[in-house]
Structure formats: structure tokens, C-alpha cells
T-cell receptor, first 111, second 112 residues
Framework: KQEVTQIPAALSVPEGENLVLNCSFT??????LQWFRQDPGKGLTSLLL???SQREQTSGRLNASLDKSSGRSTLYIAASQPGDSATYLC??????????WGAGTKLIIKP | DTEVTQTPKHLVMGMTNKKSLKCEQH?????MYWYKQKAKKPPELMFV???????INESVPSRFSPECPNSSLLNLHLHALQPEDSALYLC???????????FGPGTRLTVL
């Protein structure tokens, strides 16, 4: 059974720091992995999608990597800003249409 | 345009009411989803429509009834809900089953 874990559950860092969020999964047979952000009480915003054949994707200050063999993905945020404060969720597509979710990392960027 | 819209934003209903949630996308996506999200938890998949046909029903109680009138619209009809059904209901779409998922802003539902 596919399980997705995100560590840490919460993270607080000063503005301007670079940071890494972690996501691990137990079964390497995935179609893709997607990172989302969610602001309190809001919907989910797709940040990056990494296909199973890819190693990384970049969008602005965000870089996501995927190592299927070790069952790990990281989301790197450069030069963090208070506006980056949110909950970050990773999800793996283990079978068609079905995302398996991590519990999320709540990120607070202190001004 | 990568937008999924949902109406209403907030809904309060009694246990005997009938209401509907609406979702719309104009990205030409062929898969549409309903998720339920409780506070501080990840989303839980409820239903998936693929090419306007129901392809996945995650054993959701019959008081929730999905409908896909056309390729751009997805409805969720609610009837005789329970207070524990109070949650954020999220709609999503994707080009295909394993494509990037785009989520709407959600409907915050409160059942009294």
C-alpha cells in the first residue's frame, strides 16, 4: 500500500533563508508527484508536477526533485518571503486518477 | 487560463435541506473530481468523472449525488446531510487521469 510522509510537520524560518521540504513515498511505482500549496481555508494551488521519468522541475524560486529509487522528493524554496507562508502538500499519482497525499508541512516565514 | 471555479464559496444548510455545489472549468480537461477536506487533513477523493462518465466512486454515502452535465461542468447534489459532513469541498480537473491536477477555491459547507 502506497504511503506518503512529509517531514517536518511544521517549519518556521526567518525571511530570506533557503529551505527544503521533504516528501517520501513507499512504492516507487508512480506516474508522477505533484507539489501543492494551500493557504488557510482556501483551495490548493499546483506548484510543480514531476513525471516519473523526470528528475526535477523548476518554477521561479521553487525547485522540486524526484528520486524514485529512494522514494523521495524535495521542494527547495530559495530566498523565502512571508508570502510563502502556507501549508505545502505533496501527492503521488499511484494509479489512474488517484492521488495519495502526504499530511503536509506548515511553513511560517518570519519577517 | 488554468482556473477552476466553484460556487457558492460558503454554504450553510440544515439536515433536511437540498442544495447543490457547482464547479466549472474551461481548460478542455476531460477528467473532473470532487474531494472533501476536513480541517488540518489532506483532501479525500469522493468522485471522478472521465469523459463525462462516473469512473470512480469512493464509497461515498448516497446523500451525495454527483452529476456531470457536460465536459465543463460538475455538480454535487446534497440531501439529508449530517453535521459531520461539514467540510471544505474541492473540485479539480485534469487533462487526463495522470495529468496535473488543478483545484478550485472550494466551497465551505456547514451542516447544522
Amino acid at each position: 500500500k502506497q504511503e506518503v510522509t512529509q517531514i517536518p510537520a511544521a517549519l518556521s524560518v526567518p525571511e530570506g533563508e533557503n529551505l527544503v521540504l521533504n516528501c517520501s513515498f513507499t512504492d516507487s511505482a508512480i506516474y508522477n508527484l505533484q507539489w501543492f500549496r494551500q493557504d488557510p481555508g482556501k483551495g490548493l494551488t499546483s506548484l510543480l508536477l514531476i513525471q516519473s521519468s523526470q528528475r526535477e522541475q523548476t518554477s521561479g524560486r521553487l525547485n522540486a526533485s524526484l528520486d524514485k529509487s529512494s522514494g523521495r522528493s524535495t521542494l527547495y524554496i530559495a530566498a523565502s518571503q512571508p508570502g510563502d507562508s502556507a501549508t505545502y502538500l505533496c501527492a503521488v499519482e499511484h494509479s489512474n486518477y488517484q492521488l495519495i497525499w502526504g499530511a503536509g508541512t506548515k511553513l511560517i516565514i518570519k519577517p | 487560463d488554468t482556473e477552476v471555479t466553484q460556487t457558492p464559496k460558503h454554504l450553510v444548510m440544515g439536515m433536511t435541506n437540498k442544495k447543490s455545489l457547482k464547479c466549472e472549468q474551461h481548460m478542455g480537461h476531460r477528467a473532473m473530481y470532487w474531494y472533501k477536506q476536513k480541517a488540518k487533513k489532506p483532501p479525500e477523493l469522493m468522485f471522478v468523472y472521465s469523459y463525462e462518465k462516473l469512473s470512480i466512486n469512493e464509497s461515498v454515502p448516497s446523500r451525495f449525488s454527483p452529476e456531470c452535465p457536460n465536459s465543463s461542468l460538475l455538480n454535487l447534489h446534497l440531501h439529508a446531510l449530517q453535521p459531520e459532513d461539514s467540510a471544505l469541498y474541492l473540485c479539480a480537473s485534469s487533462q487526463e487521469g495522470t495529468s496535473e491536477k488543478y483545484f478550485g477555491p472550494g466551497t465551505r459547507l456547514t451542516v447544522l
